[in-house]
């Protein structure tokens, strides 16, 4: 067990109805930079979620009475515990998931502001409107909480995915159950701990286990109204079809396959630099990572050269030594996927202009890595990698690269560079993604919608649109004397 980490940091126990909870099969938690063991947690059972969907269930009407503004209290109070923290919660994701301790506090920063920001957003929702639309009626639209919210997490913003998940269930009045990711459970154990001194027993219920048992029963549960995933396509397109047997509503942040259009009259340097934390931030374990950079003829040249430059200067090692901008792969499985990838698209004929392997013996640290001369069609091109990877394709002009960029199952993220504001407008409308930025990628904000098309999901997170995905619409129809 790593040093700093003892019961003062974290209960290595399932959250349940406000108590810690044991159970007796255990998954073992591994540091990405040297493959050593840094604790256990509970692998959750089918009773153990059942336990929490009913405490979670039991507490729900009194939590869903409350006003907005008292739920809204207890969100700003965990706000300000996350941030009061943000030393322990910035070591554990590092030792955890491999963020570099450089950037990480920037998360712990978001993911606290974020429960402002919904303890404020959550104020504002209302009926759209009581009016007389049958004679003799009046008719009122209530917006009320759906009850009991199964969130389920991935491995590679653990914190920041859970705050982004909880905030809005809880300010719109549900009760939760959250299980993060197997790989990574540790920050969001901690944000138990401190949750768990705030929030009334049951409010909050965090378990930690594996998908394929704990998920599979959150999204189960008749003791579940909505189920809200953020993980894999394939993850998705199971939980879609389980709690199509309890037809319960279902949220889904999926996989994606960025592209960035990159248009003749872009400047090459401020691409590069762009592009340099657009692809490689979190070591492109990101699910809007501009994987496939796509450039019209004129400007290919200039373009690979500027990024073989400023990417082959990225600072790549040990996550807990602050000059460090790219950490490892967080886990062994994941990081054999991302190898395979890279191999495979060798094989068939691409060619690996940089990086493109392991680096040193132990842990998971994968140079950063540029592939050309890669077809359409390819695996390298149509698949989610998820690593420092990406690919580089010329496009004949500016309607060919909006074809590549839109012919892929997904549609999350995409990106255009050009000083032409209408060629920008036009392109932002061809394009099939839930985000398009324009001579940036990447930004996000708490105010703006995010969510994918196609197989990237539905649903909207951020924003006021995420709490609506929480609420259930009611007509009240009133007969008049
Ligand atoms: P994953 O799908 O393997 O796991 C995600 C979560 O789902 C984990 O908590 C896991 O335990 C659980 N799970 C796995 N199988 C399950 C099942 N059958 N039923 C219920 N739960 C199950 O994904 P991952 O490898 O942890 O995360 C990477 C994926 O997440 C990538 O595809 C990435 O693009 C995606 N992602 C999407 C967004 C977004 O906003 N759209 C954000 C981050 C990550």
Redesign the pocket.
Known sequence: MSSFLNEDVIENRNLINGEWVDSKDKIEIINPINEEVITSVPAATVEDVEKAALAARNASFNWGRLTPKDRADFLIELSNRVLGDIDNLSKLETINSGHPISVVGGEIKSAADRLKFFAGAGRTLEGRSAGEYAPGYTSIIRREPIGVAGL??????PLL?AVTKMSPALAAGNTIVL?????TPLTTLRLAKLANEIFPAGVINVLT????V???Q??KSRNIDIIS????????K??AQ?ASETLKKVH?????KAPSIILDDANPEIVAESLKWASFWNAG????AATRIIVTKANYDNILQSLKSSISKLKVGDPSIKSTEMGPLTHSK?FKNVENFVNNSEKSGAKIELGGKKIGSKGFLFQPTIITNVDQKSEIVQN?V?GPVITIQKAEDNFHAIELANDVKYG?GSSVFTNDVGIAMEASRRLKFGTVWINDHGAVTAEMP???FKE??YGK?RSIYSIEEYTNIKHVMIKLP
């Open positions: 389920i997490t991935p491995w590679n913003y995915t299980k993060p990711s197997e790989q286990g594996f998908g394929d704990a998920g599979k959150l999204a995933l953020t993980g894999g396509t394939n993850t998705g199971q939980v389980i889904l942040e999926l996989g994606g374990q990101d699910c809007s994941h989610e998820f999350l995010w969510g994918g990237s999901g997170e």
